[in-house]
């Protein structure tokens, strides 16, 4: 279905206007066309279909721009048998050069005119920055939850709830989570190459002044204490998860994970979905449950959004919902890999911070 979307779209710091810019959906498994519809007949191109010129650079042959994009992407700009970059090509008057499949590099866009290339580059900036928001995330922003004494309060958790509650609907061991990985997501990232992985890292370390300012450079004392359910209805769960406090009671763990995703929104590495972070450690999930008809050799087994069984919560939730997994001293913001393990049985750590 084309869909014509005449609105505002930040990237890389700089605004365009989607004006006669159409786009098309893509179907990565059937490698369908992409396309844009073509710039006006006349050469002065409108100036909300121009990027920034100060990134085109003369040469002798007319003008040239340089391009990051992650290998990834590539084939949204190529299209079906390079149908995409041909119409692409036809249409503003230039010439565009892809790396190779899987090797990092630069698309580099020349032409005889500025304003084709610039127009050129506009184009495949919206295409580029459309199936970017597409992609599955690869990291997030945590706080891990795995200390030793929240660990043993949480298997005993399980032990328990397991020992009282197993024979309500969907309540079994695979939902639960893996001790070693507990944590609070602050927010989700899609970074698509080595460079994009250690620039997230670099605002990461970015942001460790301001969180010392908050913490006054000491760990923050919490306790792990009572659970809550994500969903309206309690016979209905697919998420239970614990509940996170500062012990002093103050909210400078909110504070954190709110300016935290702050910065990274501001550099166009994180989406905002809340307008302040949820803090909560996942204890029980559907999405973890075991497909007990897929066999031990045949795949991971686990259950997809629209395949997960929810479970009966309302006597976990009676009988445990002030329960207590423990007390600790956080003390770190990691950049965390995700579908990874460490040494710990953490995720593996792309880059971290401390508090003090």
Same mark, same amino acid.
């Given at each position: 279905?084309? *869909? $014509?979307?005449?609105?505002? /779209?930040?990237?890389? !710091?700089?605004?365009? @206007? #989607?004006?006669?810019?159409?786009?098309?959906?893509?179907?990565?498994?059937?490698?369908?066309?992409?396309?844009?519809?073509?710039?006006?007949?006349?050469?002065?191109?409108?100036?909300?279909?121009?990027?920034?010129?100060?990134?085109?650079?003369?040469?002798?042959?007319?003008?040239?721009?340089?391009?990051?994009?992650?290998? *990834? $992407?590539?084939?949204?700009? /190529?299209?079906?048998? !390079?149908?995409?970059? @041909? #119409?692409?090509?036809?249409?503003?008057?230039?010439?565009?050069?892809?790396?190779?499949?899987?090797?990092?590099?630069?698309?580099?866009?020349?032409?005889?005119?500025?304003?084709?290339?610039?127009?050129?580059?506009?184009?495949?900036?919206?295409?580029?920055?459309?199936?970017?928001?597409?992609?599955?995330?690869?990291?997030?922003?945590?706080?891990?939850?795995?200390?030793?004494?929240?660990?043993?309060?949480?298997?005993?958790?399980?032990?328990?709830?397991?020992?009282?509650?197993?024979?309500?609907?969907?309540?079994?061991?695979?939902?639960?989570?893996?001790?070693?990985?507990?944590?609070?997501?602050?927010?989700?990232?899609?970074?698509?190459?080595?460079?994009?992985?250690?620039?997230?890292?670099?605002?990461?370390?970015?942001?460790?002044?301001?969180?010392?300012?908050?913490?006054?450079?000491?760990?923050?004392?919490?306790?792990?204490?009572?659970?809550?359910?994500?969903?309206?209805?309690?016979?209905?769960?697919?998420?239970?998860?614990?509940?996170?406090?500062?012990?002093?009671?103050?909210?400078?763990?909110?504070?954190?994970?709110?300016?935290?995703?702050?910065?990274?929104?501001?550099?166009?590495?994180?989406?905002?979905?809340?307008?302040?972070?949820?803090?909560?450690?996942?204890?029980?999930?559907?999405?973890?449950?075991?497909?007990?008809?897929?066999?031990?050799?045949?795949?991971?087994?686990?259950?997809?959004?629209?395949?997960?069984?929810?479970?009966?919560?309302?006597?976990?939730?009676?009988?445990?919902?002030?329960?207590?997994?423990?007390?600790?001293?956080?003390?770190?913001?990691?950049?965390?890999?995700?579908?990874?393990?460490?040494?710990?049985?953490?995720?593996?750590?792309?880059?971290?911070?401390?508090?003090?």
């Amino acid at each position: 279905m084309d *869909v $014509l979307r005449p609105a505002l /779209i930040n990237i890389n !710091g700089r605004i365009y @206007r #989607r004006n006669n810019i159409k786009e098309e959906h893509y179907e990565e498994e059937e490698e369908e066309d992409v396309s844009y519809m073509g710039p006006p007949e006349s050469e002065d191109l409108p100036e909300d279909e121009t990027c920034d010129t100060s990134l085109i650079e003369q040469s002798d042959k007319g003008y040239r721009c340089a391009i990051d994009v992650p290998s *990834v $992407l590539y084939k949204y700009i /190529i299209g079906k048998k !390079g149908e995409t970059r @041909r #119409r692409l090509e036809t249409d503003t008057k230039t010439s565009i050069s892809i790396p190779k499949q899987g090797v990092e590099g630069q698309i580099v866009i020349t032409g005889s005119l500025k304003t084709a290339v610039s127009s050129a580059v506009t184009r495949v900036e919206v295409l580029v920055d459309s199936f970017r928001k597409k992609q599955p995330f690869t990291h997030f922003l945590s706080f891990p939850l795995n200390d030793p004494k929240i660990q043993e309060g949480f298997l005993s958790f399980k032990d328990e709830v397991l020992k009282q509650c197993s024979q309500d609907h969907g309540v079994e061991g695979s939902i639960f989570q893996n001790p070693a990985k507990l944590h609070m997501t602050i927010g989700t990232l899609a970074l698509l190459n080595d460079t994009e992985v250690r620039k997230a890292n670099e605002h990461l370390q970015q942001c460790q002044n301001f969180i010392r300012d908050i913490t006054e450079g000491n760990p923050l004392p919490l306790e792990v204490t009572g659970i809550e359910y994500m969903n309206d209805d309690p016979a209905m769960v697919d998420v239970l998860y614990a509940k996170v406090n500062v012990k002093d009671i103050s909210d400078k763990l909110q504070v954190v994970a709110d300016r935290l995703v702050e910065h990274f929104v501001s550099a166009g590495l994180m989406v905002r979905e809340w307008d302040r972070v949820k803090l909560h450690g996942t204890v029980m999930n559907t999405l973890f449950r075991k497909d007990s008809t897929v066999d031990e050799t045949g795949g991971p087994g686990r259950q997809t959004m629209s395949e997960r069984e929810a479970f009966d919560a309302r006597n976990i939730l009676k009988k445990f919902g002030a329960y207590r997994f423990g007390e600790f001293k956080l003390n770190t913001v990691l950049l965390s890999q995700r579908y990874s393990t460490d040494c710990t049985g953490y995720y593996t750590s792309s880059g971290s911070i401390d508090f003090s």
